[in-house]
């Protein structure tokens, strides 16, 4: 029983800040790559920031100089630092964590993907 348990999410005011976790538990395998999906009213999930094991990070452009996505692999959690939060941001935000690649007798070499259950943040103007 894998969880991948967000939180942090809420009602801001346009210029503040948020931070989101996301702990992952029960997780068999080795964690790769991990990151933070945001769905808008209307609009489909689509990546905000991702950050691998060795700490590389990749985020959406209308997010970069905002944003921070960060890793405790001690704690198996990501954080997403959001500053300077605009009405654009608002969504539901999910966490998205991936195995490393699984090798198992009798399976083919799978990388296994999970979704956290998403935690509304909601920017007003």
């Known amino acids: 029983q894998v969880q991948v348990i967000e939180s942090g999410g809420g009602l801001v005011q346009a210029g503040g800040s948020l931070t989101l976790n996301c702990t992952v538990s029960?997780?068999?395998?080795?964690?790769?790559?991990m990151g933070w999906y945001r769905q808008a009213p209307g609009e489909e999930r689509d990546l905000v920031a991702t950050?691998?094991?060795?700490?590389?990070?990749n985020y959406v452009d209308t997010v970069k100089g905002r944003f921070t996505i960060s890793r405790d692999n001690a704690k198996s959690t990501i954080y997403l630092q959001m500053n300077a939060l605009k009405p654009e941001d608002t969504g539901v935000y999910f966490c998205?964590?991936?195995?490393?690649?699984?090798?198992?007798?009798?399976?083919?070499?799978?990388?296994?993907?999970?979704w956290g259950q998403g935690t509304q943040v909601t920017v007003s103007s």
């Open positions: 950050i691998t094991s060795t700490m590389k990070t």
């Open positions: 998205n964590v991936k195995s490393k690649t699984v090798v198992e007798p009798a399976r083919a070499p799978t990388q296994w993907t999970y």
């Open positions: 029960g997780m068999p395998y080795d964690l790769g790559l």
